[in-house]
């Protein structure tokens, strides 16, 4: 069984072609970084993956279930999905409410809009300030998220999406508005992740080959509603693929497993 399996599907929206004929398969333990101009449909491939979205056209098969043969509702529960887009469904009513960054992440248990205080017990307790510590912010347990930076945000969402134990955790353009410092202290926590946590698997979508964590396994590029090329990640992310991808030539290096990238000039 596949993680997440993509069948020639296509994604339409008044007239407007978002995926065409993208076929995908993740496998778990794998990491994918997913890249691709503005447009290219990165955000609804993700969207997909999330079981938020079902495809116009082909088949879309998450943990083993197909959909539209499945209640998403539970199936989302074994989903981790954190969107800078989107923020929190709860987020606004929390911030009014002075949650603080633990509540936060026990909302994570019950997937709910507001704190169900009779469903956590110590061990929810317990879990969510583990995690909040293995995203380096377990001193932020007591502190309103409505002031927390963004830094901070970010990761108390990535604890909170690891709250229910996913199978997947889905991070779409996680490091949008984040200053330098706080970038790479996200980047960091989600390396991090990946040896402690060797099962789960992680998609990442982003524009900036900078934020690709070094331990991706696997990349894909997207241009124009489809995919240019997916595989594994030393295959996909070289300057040929690239440059094919954003439309102009791109020189990229790689130092201590991280990429990096520039436009080559005339």
Same mark, same amino acid.
Not at 5 to 12: A, F, M, R, W
Not at 16 to 36: N, R
Not at 90 to 119: F, K, N, Q, R, Y
């Given at each position: 069984?596949? $993680?997440?399996?993509?069948?020639?599907?296509?994604? =339409?929206?008044?007239?407007?072609?978002?995926?065409?004929?993208?076929?995908?398969?993740?496998?778990?333990?794998?990491?994918?970084?997913?890249?691709?101009?503005?447009?290219? =449909?990165?955000?609804?491939?993700?969207?997909?993956?999330?079981?938020?979205?079902?495809?116009?056209?082909?088949? #879309?098969?998450?943990?083993?279930?197909?959909?539209?043969?499945?209640? #998403?509702?539970?199936?989302? *529960?074994?989903?981790?999905? #954190?969107?800078?887009?989107?923020?929190?469904?709860?987020?606004?009513?929390?911030?009014?409410?002075?949650?603080?960054?633990?509540?936060?992440?026990?909302? %994570?248990?019950?997937?709910?809009?507001?704190?169900?205080?009779?469903?956590?017990?110590?061990?929810?307790?317990? *879990?969510?300030?583990?995690?909040?510590? /293995?995203?380096?912010?377990?001193?932020?347990? /007591?502190?309103?998220?409505?002031?927390?930076?963004?830094?901070? *945000?970010?990761?108390?969402?990535?604890?909170?999406?690891?709250?229910?134990?996913?199978?997947?955790?889905?991070?779409?353009?996680?490091?949008?508005?984040?200053?330098?410092?706080?970038?790479?202290?996200?980047? =960091?926590?989600?390396?991090?992740?990946?040896?402690?946590?060797?099962?789960?698997?992680?998609?990442?979508?982003?524009?900036?080959?900078?934020? $690709?964590?070094?331990?991706?396994?696997?990349?894909?590029?997207?241009?124009?509603?489809?995919?240019?090329?997916?595989?594994?990640?030393?295959?996909?992310?070289?300057?040929?693929?690239?440059?094919?991808?954003?439309?102009?030539?791109?020189?990229?290096?790689?130092?201590? %497993?991280?990429?990096?990238?520039?436009?080559?000039?005339?």
């Amino acid at each position: 069984m596949h $993680v997440v399996e993509l069948e020639d599907v296509g994604v =339409g929206v008044v007239g407007k072609t978002l995926l065409s004929g993208v076929d995908w398969q993740v496998d778990f333990g794998e990491h994918w970084a997913v890249l691709g101009p503005n447009g290219a =449909g990165k955000t609804t491939l993700l969207s997909l993956a999330a079981a938020v979205r079902h495809p116009t056209r082909g088949a #879309v098969t998450v943990l083993g279930h197909r959909l539209g043969r499945v209640d #998403v509702r539970e199936l989302r *529960r074994h989903i981790g999905l #954190v969107a800078a887009s989107q923020g929190l469904v709860d987020e606004g009513l929390l911030e009014e409410e002075g949650a603080t960054a633990l509540t936060m992440v026990l909302t %994570g248990h019950t997937g709910t809009s507001a704190p169900i205080w009779e469903l956590y017990g110590d061990a929810e307790r317990d *879990r969510a300030l583990r995690l909040l510590g /293995d995203l380096g912010c377990k001193d932020l347990a /007591d502190r309103p998220f409505a002031v927390c930076s963004q830094g901070e *945000r970010a990761r108390i969402r990535v604890a909170r999406a690891l709250m229910s134990d996913p199978a997947i955790l889905l991070l779409d353009e996680p490091f949008a508005g984040l200053d330098f410092p706080a970038r790479e202290d996200l980047i =960091g926590a989600v390396e991090d992740l990946a040896s402690t946590r060797p099962v789960l698997t992680t998609v990442i979508v982003t524009h900036h080959l900078e934020e $690709v964590p070094a331990t991706t396994t696997h990349a894909m590029l997207m241009k124009d509603a489809r995919v240019l090329a997916a595989g594994p990640v030393d295959e996909v992310l070289t300057p040929p693929m690239l440059s094919e991808c954003f439309g102009r030539s791109i020189q990229v290096d790689r130092l201590s %497993g991280r990429w990096y990238a520039r436009a080559v000039r005339p």
